[in-house]
């Protein structure tokens, strides 16, 4: 696999620590200091599909091809207002593709699954050119009445288009079962039928504490793995690209892997958390500013609710 086009969209409204200060119990610094988040771009003017189409299209352009030469488009999703079709149909529609196609819900480490699917359609010749489109609104499914969790995310799409090649080193995913750490339900229509109080429905509810914990062990031995796997050390890594969702987070990795700084570069103080998004994101903003240079290693790692994580080594080639 290569990724031979990039793109992205995120919302026009910015949200400050301090608008979200005029409604919930908190403050810019206590934001600031816990998160590392300054702003996070929401929703307004725009719907999810608007988003998912204009990364796509980018992409798409970026990849020098025409969309009816895409020939299978994931689409990674964990909530939008579609429960059927799937976004990649809706998406599709808008861009004049007739690919095949589905949506995936890996949580925010969604887009080290899809490039699994990708590198496994690439490998058996299902497809030639794949769409990769990220796109999360995860300021729909917060409890905009609590301060734990609403603080915390973005909203906006990713999108990559991957065609054959060897810039793939190594991928890793793995799963540790845990329904409580991260969980949102969205309710659905009754049944006559429905035992009342069989089917509760819950806000996101979040352990952030664990899901930290949980985060920075699993992105660290996942790193260390996939790394080894691709038979480097931490040193030949030049950037590790993680999910944009605690500037702690990404720091402690940063420290458990004695790596320097500048190789972890960030968007959450601009962006928040945009769940699946946060990678393509950060590597169409990398790529656009001339930050990716042909040869670069690349470290990506993620992890979401499930409790699910995903990490991967690529080399830069575009
Ligand atoms: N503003 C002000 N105070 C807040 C607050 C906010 N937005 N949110 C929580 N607090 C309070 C708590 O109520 C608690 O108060 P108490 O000491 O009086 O009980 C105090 O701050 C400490 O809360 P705690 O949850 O222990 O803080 P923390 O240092 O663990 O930071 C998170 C909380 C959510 C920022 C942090 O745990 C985190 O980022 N976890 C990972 C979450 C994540 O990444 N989720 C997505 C995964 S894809």
Known sequence: MKIIGTGSAIPSKVVTNEMLASFL????????T???????RLRSTETLVDLAVSASRSAIESANIQPDEIDFCICSN??????????????????????????LNGACAGFLDAMSVAEALLKTNRAKNILIVCAEEPSRFCNWKRRETSILFGDGAGAVVVTK???????RLTTVPNRDVIVYQRRMENTPFEVPGVDITEPLIMNGREVFRMAVESSQRDLRLVIEEAGLTPD???????????Q???????????QPAYKFPTNIERMGNTSSASIPILIDELYSSGKLKKGDMLALSAFGAGFVTGAAVL???K
Do not use: M
């Open 248 to 258: 702690r987070i990404i720091k402690s990795i940063q420290e458990h892997l004695a």
């Open 315 to 317: 080399r830069w080639s």
């Open 78 to 103: 964990v909530a939008n207002n579609y429960v059927t079709p799937a976004l990649s149909c809706i998406v599709q529609q808008h861009i004049g593709s007739h690919a095949p196609c589905f949506d």
């Open 165 to 171: 090649g060897n810039d793939l080193k190594s991928l």
């Open 34 to 40: 816990r998160t590392g988040i300054k702003t996070r």
């Open 25 to 32: 119990d908190t403050n810019d610094e206590w934001i600031t």
């Open 236 to 246: 030949k890594i030049d950037l590790y690209l993680l999910h944009q969702a605690n």
